[in-house]
């Protein structure tokens, strides 16, 4: 699972530009993440201020 910081995230659009799927999206001022996401991690990865973790 896949947990998004909305008081962390800065609203880049790092994550969303990485996600292979395209399961991340920006609206408005939050993030939302759908279910196609795959959890491969690459968001957490590339987040700039870690407003993204991986949940096991």
């Known amino acids: ?3 998004v910081n909305r008081y962390k ?3 880049c659009g ?3 530009s ?5 399961a991340i999206e920006l609206v ?3 993030i939302e ?7 491969c991690g ?3 990865t ?3 201020i870690g407003a993204i973790e991986i949940l096991k």
């Open 46 to 48: 590339v987040c700039p």
């Open 1 to 3: 699972m896949i947990s």
């Open 33 to 39: 993440i759908s279910d196609d996401c795959t959890e």
């Open 18 to 22: 990485v996600c292979p799927v395209g």
């Open 9 to 11: 995230c800065g609203y």
């Open 42 to 44: 690459i968001c957490a």
């Open 14 to 16: 790092a994550c969303v």
């Open 28 to 30: 408005e001022t939050w």
